[in-house]
């Protein structure tokens, strides 16, 4: 037997965790949208200090020199994308501390559940990995394709922590009635989460775009990006009303056929409101400038629509293991 107030609390920590992560991948878009990725030229240390310097005047006289030595050329102090980018990394590394509860708090499940156990420790080794990954992004001078894998990992970090949770919970899951579930359903839903994962790919292209235009512009001039933009992006945009309307039928088949106070529908209605924001952000980036709060706002919502989906998908399936049985 798991003692109950120890599944409970790695339940809160893997839970908490979540949330973690994905207020990273919050703040890792805000650095990037501001452009303060290279704020902090070095790593682990910012400008060699570990706690960053609050004015110009802290730093060598030479310290120019010094970086353009380094292979980083015209690299200016920045006290607002300095510690924005040193925030980045207290957030990583929080989120480094809290992964490491999480899966020591998993060794319950050893006995009963190795799988558990292994999921949460392998999420805890993709975090140092992702710590490294991002030590490659700042030496690579913030190319965007380690950005992408960077954003990528946390993703995939994340289904692994919502997959471990919820397996941790399987016998509540369990009871939920998804003898409504048709085999049409379920290939939606896959159909669905596919869908997502397609759209950020083209996302995470229309980003890299948007940074080379970005820094064509110096980050200013929002308004004459758009002028600019790859036929991905048109893409990208219309895939998006796709992508509302299969979730918004899986969402009202949900909505007919579950109590008023279930999960699912609880999931159902996150995921639209999850939808409908990335969508204005997405319109807001597309008819308003580019306005820099948007563009994290709209990463953040793809990723929390993905999470949304996956959880629908794993309560789907223990509750339909059970019904097998």
Known sequence: MIDSKAAARFRRLGTLTIFAVYFVILVGGIVRASGAGMGCPDWPTCFGQWVPPTDESQLPPNYHEIYAARGYENTDFNPVKTWTEY??????????????????????????????????????????????????????????LMITLHMLLALFIVALLIYAISRSQKTLLAGLNTDWVSPRFALILKIAMGMTLIQVAMGTQVREAVDYIAHEHSYIDRQ???????????????????????????????????????????????????????????????RLGF??????IHLLMANLIFGAQFFL?????????????
Not at 313 to 325: D, M, V
């Open 87 to 144: 925030t980045n990394r207290l957030v990583g590394v929080t989120i480094g501390f809290l992964i490491f509860l999480t899966a020591w708090s998993s060794r319950i499940y050893l006995k009963t559940d190795k799988p558990t156990f292994y999921l949460a420790l392998s999420a805890f080794f993709l975090v140092g990995f992702q710590g490294w990954l991002g030590s490659a992004v700042v030496a690579s001078n913030l190319k965007p």
């Open 224 to 286: 004459y990006w758009r002028d600019s933009f790859p036929i991905i992006f048109y893409v990208h945009r219309s895939f998006s009303s796709l992508i509302l309307f299969t979730n918004a039928w899986l969402a009202w088949t949900v909505y007919k056929n579950v109590e008023a106070h279930s999960l699912l529908l609880k999931v159902a209605y996150a995921l639209m409101g999850l939808i409908v924001t990335a969508i204005l952000a997405g319109v807001s980036l597309d």
């Open 291 to 296: 306005p820099a709060l948007a563009q994290p």
């Open 313 to 325: 998908f794993i309560c789907l399936h223990y509750s339909w293991r059970e019904t097998r049985a």
